[in-house]
């Protein structure tokens, strides 16, 4: 499925199974596409500049600064410096999670029926923290280097107490939502289960990947207006390119 | 939930008043019970734990909620490091909820959400940079420093998804206290931010006491 169209508005494409992990960096000014191929997808993610890899994705100040709790289109994903990795453009789902973290090597083995590598090849069963750990590890990062991730394709909702509801079947074959990057970044994927979905069955879910350019960002644009915090944000952005980033 | 501590500040074995814009970077010890105690009203106290025998095991805001099924900290709550162990348990909180999904302020993230010209404010973040830096003994940086609590801090999230900074809803003589399950390293920035209603936009002392097993 690995095609390279160098010359389109579509790069390149390639697919993810599920249980899985990879990672890329994306460069400013591309969108990356990710899909629900079969539906009950889960992408965990992290972003890091590739830079300076202490600065990395920032759940809490993603949302206090959008007054959200949920992430869909018209939201920006925020480094701890300020700055923006990149931009929800479009969302076919209306809600992806940034709270409920990342499935343990624990919880994989208390919840499934875990088949090694020996046992069952590349179908073998993976936690997202063996995933991270596996793709940081490449760019010389580990644990320390860990915060809360994106769970994209997952929802979990909360009541007016504030208890914490795993929605199942919120994601039906062909979702997608597109990022579009507002600076280099690392990123990384896996495929693993939500840590809160109640399936008895490990989840394997599916996912493809496109690469396209991106339009530049019009002054007008839906992400910089969605709120005065974002227009704020892409001004760190602007001045972080006028003076080079940390070169 | 509101829980009243039968402990008596006069047979604490430790106390502190720690001013807004200062830091706290102590050890507690297994069995130990630490107080965080709110002596004006409205301030935020924004607070990390790190096992003290090996910091990369250190507190973790999303597995600590989603262990207990629910986004509000309080009396009852136990604390989830990151490589899934208790660390502490909130053993009495006169206060009822505490935030751990707002982080910290830091002078970045105020030029977001106030003004580009904000950025040399003093934030929770530079105070945890300063004490990573003074004290070494402990083997931090910046990578140890990660999603915190907010003691005393009220953010509601609501079933649509939003999510708000409400006026706090402590007061003077609110607190919360919690034992050690492991040797643990805390790390409190008393909150300097001037911008918002967390600390009343009148940062005030807190004091921190620690009783013995």
């Not at chain 1, 039906?172 to 289960?193: N, S």
């Not at chain 2, 507690?28 to 990390?48: P, V, Y």
Request: hydrophobic share 35%; aromatic share 8%; with cysteine.
């Amino acid at each position: 499925m690995a095609e390279i169209f160098p010359d389109d508005e579509m790069m390149y494409e390639d697919r993810i199974e599920g249980g899985a992990h990879w990672s890329l960096v994306m460069r400013r000014g591309t969108v990356l596409r990710l899909t629900d191929l079969e539906g009950g997808a889960n992408v965990g993610m992290l972003f890091y500049n590739p830079q300076e890899k202490l600065e990395r994705y920032n759940a809490p100040d993603t949302l206090k600064g959008q007054h959200t709790f949920k992430l869909t289109r018209g939201h920006c994903l925020y480094s701890d410096m300020g700055r923006i990795f990149c931009s929800i453009i479009a969302d076919s789902l209306g809600w992806h999670d940034s709270v409920g973290g990342n499935l343990s090597d624990r919880k994989l083995q208390e919840k499934y029926a875990v088949q090694s590598y020996q046992e069952a090849r590349n179908d073998w069963t993976l936690s997202g923290e063996h995933c991270f750990r596996v793709e940081l590890a490449k760019y010389g990062l580990g644990p320390r280097d860990f915060a809360a991730n994106l769970n994209l394709f997952s929802k979990v909702a909360t009541d007016e107490a504030g208890n914490m509801r795993f929605v199942s079947d919120h994601s039906p074959a062909g979702a997608t939502v597109d990022l579009r990057f507002e600076m280099d970044t690392l990123v990384i994927i896996h495929t693993c289960p939500h840590p809160m979905n109640p399936a008895v069955d490990y989840p394997r879910c599916p996912i493809s990947y496109q690469i396209r350019k991106a339009e530049p960002v019009a002054d007008d644009d839906l992400c910089m207006n969605s709120r005065p915090e974002n227009k704020r944000g892409f001004q760190n952005n602007a001045i972080y390119h006028l003076t080079g980033g940390y070169q | 939930m509101i829980v009243a501590s039968n402990l008596s500040a006069e047979q604490a074995s430790y106390r502190k008043v720690v001013p807004a814009g200062d830091y706290w970077m102590e050890p507690l010890k297994q069995g130990q019970t630490l107080r965080i105690l709110d002596l004006e009203g409205n301030q935020a106290a924004d607070t990390l734990f790190f096992s003290l025998a090996d910091p990369t095991e250190r507190y973790s805001a999303m597995d600590t909620i989603r262990e207990q099924g629910n986004i509000y900290l309080t009396a009852g709550t136990t604390l989830v490091s990151n490589f899934g162990n208790p660390l502490l348990n909130i053993v009495a909180d006169t206060c009822g909820r505490h935030d751990t999904l707002g982080g910290a302020c830091a002078g970045e993230s105020n030029t977001i959400r106030y003004a580009l010209e904000r950025k040399c404010m003093h934030s929770c973040r530079d105070s945890w940079m300063l004490a990573v830096s003074q004290r070494e003994e402990f083997g931090m940086s910046k990578r140890d420093i990660t999603h915190n609590i907010n003691f005393f801090m009220n953010v509601p999230v609501t079933p649509e998804g939003g999510l708000t900074f409400e006026d706090g809803i402590s007061d003077a003589g609110k607190y919360v206290e919690l034992t050690a399950c492991m040797d643990v390293i805390v790390l409190i920035s008393n909150c300097p931010q001037l911008n918002n209603p967390c600390n009343a936009y009148n940062p005030t002392p807190i004091e921190v006491l620690i009783w013995d097993e």
